[in-house]
């Protein structure tokens, strides 16, 4: 299975801070790659497909790069509605695999 | 609008079958997409587990392969999870999510079920 190490585990940021989020995979997955955002109670939801293809309805504060096995999401000003849980995932390859979740709280 | 709803029992007993159902409104099962279930653990791990396809073809974890099955029903636009021999490690939240093909993203997902193993 490919592994996703996401890092860090948590994080805080001020309001208006830009953050950023890692995902490292174990071997190349060609930018099949995918971050979710989960708040307590809800599913998660889409936030960029590709590495780097903003979903439709999702703030362009969000935004995602990287290829080969190096990924990030980059939230810029930072707002109050954005803390949550995140995750990546990897559609490369199956069996499909996230990384283990990164939380996001205001400071 | 599309939506994704899961149902089915919230307690199992050890060595019993899991068994949920997920619905889907808005939009048919049979016209394009994977049809997937996901687990979420207890301290956030996330599984996926496995997918039936538009076809009806299916694709399961072989960390799950012995135990797990996934049907549907294209009249009533329903997939289904099954999951024999639970254990208490199987205590999770579920999730039914469709996957696009080709792309292999979930955009669109239930809002899950808890399923605690327990006697």
């Not at chain 1, 980059?74 to 559609?91: A, F, R, T, W």
């Not at chain 2, 254990?87 to 999510?97: G, M, P, R, S, V």
Request: net charge neutral; proline share 4%; aromatic share 14%.
């Amino acid at each position: 299975d490919i592994q996703m190490t996401q890092s860090p585990h948590s994080l805080s940021a001020s309001l208006g801070e830009t953050v950023s989020i890692e995902c490292l995979a174990s071997e190349g997955i060609s930018n099949y790659l995918a971050w979710y955002q989960q708040k307590p109670g809800k599913s998660p939801q889409l936030l960029i497909y590709y590495a780097s293809s903003l979903q439709d309805g999702v703030p362009s504060r969000f935004s995602g790069s990287g290829s080969g096995t190096q990924y990030s999401l980059k939230i810029s000003n930072m707002q109050p509605e954005d803390e949550g849980v995140y995750y990546c995932q990897q559609g490369y390859k199956y069996p499909y695999t996230f990384g283990a979740g990164t939380k996001l709280e205001l400071k | 609008e599309i939506q994704l709803q899961e149902s089915g029992p919230g307690l199992v007993k050890p060595s019993q079958s899991l068994s949920l159902t997920c619905s889907v409104t808005g939009y048919t099962i049979t016209s394009g997409y994977d049809w997937s279930w996901i687990r979420k653990f207890p301290g956030n791990k996330m599984e996926w587990m496995g997918y039936i396809s538009n076809s009806g073809s299916t694709n399961y974890n072989p960390s799950l392969k012995i135990r797990i099955s996934i049907n549907r029903d294209t009249s009533k636009n329903q997939f289904f999870l099954q999951l024999n021999s639970v254990t208490t490690e199987d205590t999770a939240t579920y999730y039914c999510a469709r996957c696009k093909i080709n792309w292999e993203y979930f955009d669109y997902w239930g809002q899950g079920v808890m399923v605690t193993v327990s006697s």
